[in-house]
Nanobody, 123 residues
Framework: HVQLVNSGGGLVQSGGSLRLSCAGS????????IGWFRQAPGKEREGVSC????????YNIDSVEGRFSISRDNVKNTVYLQMNILKPEDTAVYYC????????????????WGQGTQVTVSS
C-alpha cells in the first residue's frame, strides 16, 4: 500500500521559513520523480517544484525560484521542500506527488499523491 505523508505546514509570518516533508511508505521515492504542488482557495492547483531521481536535477517555478529548494534524503525515504522568505501569496495547501516517469516536470500526471499540508503566511 503506497502512501505519501505530507507534514511541516503551519502558520508563519511573512519573511519566515518552513520545511515541508514528503515521507514515502510502500514506495521507494528514489525511483520516482517527486513534485510539490499547491492550491490556494478559489485557485487551480499549481506545480511549484520537482526533482528527478538518480541525478537529483530539479526545477522551481519563477515565483519561488531563489526562495524554495527541493531535496531528497534517500536514507529517510523523504523529500523536502525548504521554503524561505515566505510571502502571503504562498498561502495554500501543499501536496507532494510521485511519478514513475523520471523526468522532472510539474506539467505531467503523477501516480501518487500526499494528503496535503496547510501553509498560511500572515502579512
Amino acid at each position: 500500500h503506497v502512501q505519501l505523508v505530507n507534514s511541516g505546514g503551519g502558520l508563519v509570518q511573512s519573511g519566515g521559513s518552513l520545511r515541508l516533508s514528503c515521507a514515502g511508505s510502500g514506495i521507494n521515492l528514489d525511483d520516482y520523480s517527486i513534485g510539490w504542488f499547491r492550491q490556494a482557495p478559489g485557485k487551480e492547483r499549481e506545480g511549484v517544484s520537482c526533482i528527478s531521481p538518480r541525478d537529483g536535477s530539479s526545477y522551481n517555478i519563477d515565483s519561488v525560484e531563489g526562495r524554495f529548494s527541493i531535496s531528497r534524503d534517500n536514507v529517510k525515504n523523504t523529500v523536502y521542500l525548504q521554503m524561505n522568505i515566505l510571502k502571503p501569496e504562498d498561502t495554500a495547501v501543499y501536496y507532494c506527488a510521485a511519478d514513475a516517469e523520471t523526468i522532472c516536470s510539474v506539467r505531467k500526471e503523477y501516480d501518487y499523491w500526499g494528503q496535503g499540508t496547510q501553509v498560511t503566511v500572515s502579512s
